[in-house]
């Protein structure tokens, strides 16, 4: 099994940063790509940025410019640092994570795709 945990999320002031954190850890043999989607209530959840094994990144264009996707390969984990928030940038954070894993049965690799279970990130205007 693949667990996707994320950390970080909070109230801050518009204007204000916080850094989301996302660790990826079970039987994982590689990660392609990790990325932090978000949904705010009414909305469709959105790609907020993405980031691949090789560094390339890409970014909702309603966040380029004041966030950034970072990358530990070592600790299978990613980074969000959120500056310059704005109340509109209010949502649950989702971490998703996809690559290759160890089968249940200890027998070959198979795809997988996981996502965590969210952290809320509150702007107060």
């Known amino acids: 099994q693949v667990q996707v945990v994320e950390s970080g999320g909070g109230l801050v002031q518009a204007g204000g940063s916080l850094r989301l954190s996302c660790a990826v850890s079970g039987s994982i043999f590689s990660i392609n790509a990790m990325g932090w989607y978000r949904q705010a209530p009414g909305k469709q959840r959105e790609l907020v940025a993405r980031?691949?094994?090789?560094?390339?990144?890409n970014y909702g264009d309603s966040v380029k410019g004041r966030f950034t996707i970072s990358r530990d390969n070592a600790k299978d984990t990613v980074y969000l640092q959120m500056n310059s928030l704005k109340p509109e940038d209010a949502a649950v954070y989702y971490c998703?994570?996809?690559?290759?894993?160890?089968?249940?049965?200890?027998?070959?690799?198979?795809?997988?795709?996981?996502w965590g279970q969210g952290t809320r990130v509150t702007v107060s205007s």
């Open positions: 980031i691949t094994n090789g560094g390339t990144t």
């Open positions: 998703n994570a996809y690559g290759r894993r160890l089968r249940d049965s200890g027998l070959g690799m198979e795809d997988f795709a996981s």
